[in-house]
């Protein structure tokens, strides 16, 4: 049972109902997850949704690379919710089954094959590891992506930490009869 829930929407303040209707009506489609938790202070929610709007559909990443910087983010804080939610979105978007295996297990080697897939990986798992990024990474990044993808993968991690760490401490699980993914030991 998550620690807290969407808002009653019959007790839905207006700036609540805007905001929510905003979320429903845009790309997302639906109010869910840290999105509905979030309205229980709908200040927070509207620049964080439109802050997620920009990282996750308006961003020079392709959706390839967006998704799989979303899957690394959702291992690295071990957000169930995130996971599920985006695996499916990864694979549409051409992220294949061996890489997200292999994301998900921690696996040292994964099987990449595209580089600009590889550089994005080293690059987020580099700034996750050390909270910092060395020069021949960045280096390699800007050549590999450009300075806008990087700039932009910078702000999606972040995005994405904040989703993670609402997941996690709120306690968002999966809808359901899905099944966790994470060892549930770690999470104790």
Request: charged residues 20%.
């Amino acid at each position: 049972m998550p620690r807290l829930t969407m808002p009653d929407p019959s007790s839905f303040t207006t700036h609540q109902k805007r905001v929510h209707d905003a979320i429903a009506s845009g790309p997302r489609g639906r109010v869910r997850g840290p999105l509905a938790v979030w309205l229980n202070r709908p200040g927070l929610a509207e620049h964080a949704q439109a802050l997620g709007q920009y990282c996750r559909y308006d961003s020079s990443l392709s959706p390839r690379l967006s998704e799989l910087a979303i899957l690394i983010m959702a291992v690295y804080w071990r957000a169930e919710f995130e996971w599920w939610a985006h695996k499916p979105i990864a694979l549409d978007a051409g992220i294949t089954q061996h890489v997200a295996d292999a994301l998900l297990m921690g696996s040292a080697s994964i099987p990449f094959e595209r580089n600009d897939e590889q550089i994005v990986h080293a690059f987020l798992t580099k700034l996750l590891q050390d909270r910092h990024v060395p020069n021949e990474l960045y280096q390699d990044a800007v050549k590999t992506l450009g300075q806008d993808q990087v700039v932009d993968l910078v702000g999606l991690a972040g995005y994405y930490t904040l989703i993670s760490m609402t997941l996690n401490v709120f306690e968002i699980g999966l809808p359901e009869g899905e099944p966790r993914v994470f060892d549930d030991a770690e999470k104790a």
